[in-house]
């Protein structure tokens, strides 16, 4: 089959790779109608997630149609011929993290639990197409993926909505979602979203679901700004404007009540000072993680505030303003998100009209032209928000 | 060499215990053993699997036995790598699950064969032990050793990085980690 692969730094490749088999008796094979590029995979490809291998098949946002199931996977769960979308996190759905609901902490999904442990002090779950930290599995850019514990993790698409509606259930809208409901979100709340890439902009909708009085979008491009405002969200560009100064005067001095980061590790900075200094450190691996929009985000939200982290961050970073957190009663949540936990919920949103997963696709083009995709996601090319790649 | 390892798996302790009972699940989770065969009610025969050292093979004796709790034992006095280790298995604090507490000792000696086991258990000899426990503990919760691309030989997964890419097996890959 035609797969998108980690070609070293940098450089995706679609190459010809041998079809999916059942490994484990709970697998199934998808035949893969739709998938995505994700701010995640540029931070593979950037290089900032180590234990890449050239070959690695990427993509962890995929739907399509069961075309095969192995031995254990009960028929009323799953059979051949049903549409499912596959969420990113792989779970067993029977050890305690899973009986928790906190899917993307499974204790039984990574075959590399001894490496992620050194590197985290506790494993992680397995992931599609994220590195051999996360299990190395092959990913959902591809015309086929292997789905373990298929009878646990994929949402079976029932009704008739397009690919287009259901697709970001596998990982951008539960994500965004979860960003916001860790705000535990309270009618009066100003809420601030660093980010208006995909995830930014699906945790801002899902801030007014909650029912936020005011959600206010930080990016740079101009072009995202306004695609946030054209949803109703309030746009603020960090190289136009001083953010803090900006936010305080959105919230009368308060500061937003919850903050959100969906930027992470690779986050740009308005001040070349700042910027320069963590960039160096990051070259010489002195520091993982560029973290500019957690600092922000940390000094400006209000006292009590809640700062949600959805951006993903990989190592090490420096000047994390403990201070600020600590004598501010600030609360930090973060995590990977636990996908299983809102696929239902959040399809139901859908389906009521509640939220629109289709208003960020701008580019939809075949898993062939991938390495264009990434191009275009990358550099913020004509105009590109997300991309959806057809088998 | 001691080693101790630990983990808490989502099953009661008597069926975990169970499975650790019959010895010849053994290889099943633990990556140095190609194959543990009942002899008698307390007596089994062990064979390494070839990292370990190759034709090894030893008689092991079971000391003790307290169902849901413990079982403890010893290899006959003519092992190669004389050997003895000690499971417990206690309730853990959320009255669901099993905390299972392992303590193995070898006595390695020299010669090849030392030399073997030596490098088997490499610079984190513990390593080993814990990726057993999570072995074991995949098996109890889920049924089976999880297999990745990266690392489709479920057990036999320990190679060091880099690993074989996260792509899908060729015909010729399946056809010979079959046999293996
Ligand atoms: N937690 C999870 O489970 C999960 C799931 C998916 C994605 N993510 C992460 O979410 C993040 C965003 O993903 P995406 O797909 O939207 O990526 P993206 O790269 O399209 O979006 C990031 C946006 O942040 C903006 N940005 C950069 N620096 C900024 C700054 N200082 N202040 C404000 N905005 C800034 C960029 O201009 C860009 O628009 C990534 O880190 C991704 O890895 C996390
Ligand atoms: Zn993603
Ligand atoms: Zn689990």
Redesign the pocket.
């Known amino acids: 089959m035609r797969a998108n692969t980690w070609a070293g730094r940098n450089k995706v490749e679609v190459r010809d790779v041998p079809d999916p088999r059942i490994l484990n008796k709970r697998d199934a094979v998808v035949r893969i109608t739709s998938t995505a590029i994700?701010?995640?995979d540029?931070?593979l490809v950037d290089g900032y997630v180590p234990t890449m291998q050239d070959g690695d098949v990427m993509g962890h946002e995929f739907m399509g149609e069961v075309v095969e199931v192995g031995p254990d996977v009960a028929a009323e769960r799953l059979r051949v011929g049903d549409r499912v979308v596959v969420p990113f996190p792989i779970a067993c759905g029977a050890c305690n993290a899973c009986a928790a609901e906190l899917y993307s902490c499974c204790e039984n999904t990574n075959p590399n639990a001894g490496i992620a442990e050194k590197m985290f002090g506790h494993p992680v779950a397995g992931i599609f197409g994220y590195s051999h930290l996360t299990g190395g599995f092959a990913g959902g850019q591809a015309q086929y993926a292997r789905v373990p514990f298929a009878d646990v993790g994929p949402l079976k698409i029932e009704s008739d909505l397009a690919d287009e509606q259901v697709l970001f259930l596998s990982?951008?809208l539960p994500?965004g979602y979860m960003g916001a409901e860790m705000c535990d979100i309270q009618p009066s709340d100003v809420v601030a979203v660093?980010?208006?890439?995909?995830?930014?902009q699906f945790a801002m909708d899902s801030a007014r679901v909650l029912g936020a009085a005011k959600v206010i979008a930080?990016?740079?491009?101009p072009y995202?700004l306004e695609m946030a405002e054209r949803a109703g969200h309030i746009p603020v560009n960090?190289e136009e404007v001083d953010v803090r100064s900006r936010l305080l005067e959105l919230t009368g001095g308060r500061g937003p009540d919850k903050c959100i980061d969906?930027?992470?590790l690779e986050?740009?900075?308005g001040s070349a000072h700042i910027a320069t200094y963590d960039r160096v450190k990051q070259a010489v691996r002195a520091e993982s993680d560029r973290p500019?929009?957690l600092r922000q985000a940390i000094m400006s939200c209000r006292s009590g505030g809640v700062v949600s982290v959805?951006?993903?961050y990989g190592g090490l970073l420096d000047k994390f303003p403990a201070g600020a957190w600590m004598n501010r009663s600030l609360t930090l949540r973060t995590?990977?998100?636990h996908v299983q936990r809102y696929m239902k919920p959040l399809l139901g949103r859908i389906e009521g009209g509640e939220l629109d997963p289709t208003r960020i696709i701008t580019h939809t083009l075949p898993l062939e032209e991938a390495e264009r995709g990434f191009e275009l996601f990358k550099n913020k090319e004509d105009h590109c928000e997300k991309v959806v790649l057809k088998p | 060499m001691e080693l101790t390892a630990t983990t808490t798996i989502r099953r009661p302790a008597t069926e975990v215990y169970a499975f650790w009972r019959d010895l010849e699940n053994l290889p099943t989770f633990m990556a140095h053993l190609q194959e543990v065969r009942a002899t008698g009610d307390r007596t089994s025969r062990w064979v390494a699997d070839a990292p370990f050292g190759k034709d090894i093979a030893w008689d092991a004796e079971i000391l003790e036995e307290r169902p849901g709790e413990k079982i403890s034992w010893r290899s006959a006095a003519d092992a190669d790598v004389p050997n003895a280790g000690t499971v417990r298995f206690t309730p853990a604090p959320d009255g669901i699950s099993t905390e299972v507490h392992i303590a193995l000792v070898y006595d390695i000696p020299g010669g090849t064969i030392g030399k073997a086991v030596a490098k088997y258990f490499g610079e984190e000899p513990h390593q080993q032990l814990d990726d057993d426990l999570r072995r074991l503990k995949q098996v109890m919760e889920t049924g089976e050793v999880v297999r990745s691309d990266g690392a489709p030989w479920g057990k036999r997964a320990r190679e060091e990085f880099p690993q074989r890419p996260a792509q899908p097996l060729s015909d010729a890959e399946l056809a010979k980690g079959a046999g293996r």
């Open positions: 994700c701010g995640s540029l931070h990982d951008i994500t660093w980010g208006a890439g995909p995830v930014g930080i990016d740079k491009e995202r960090f969906a930027v992470g986050a740009t900075h500019h929009v959805i951006g993903v995590g990977q998100c």
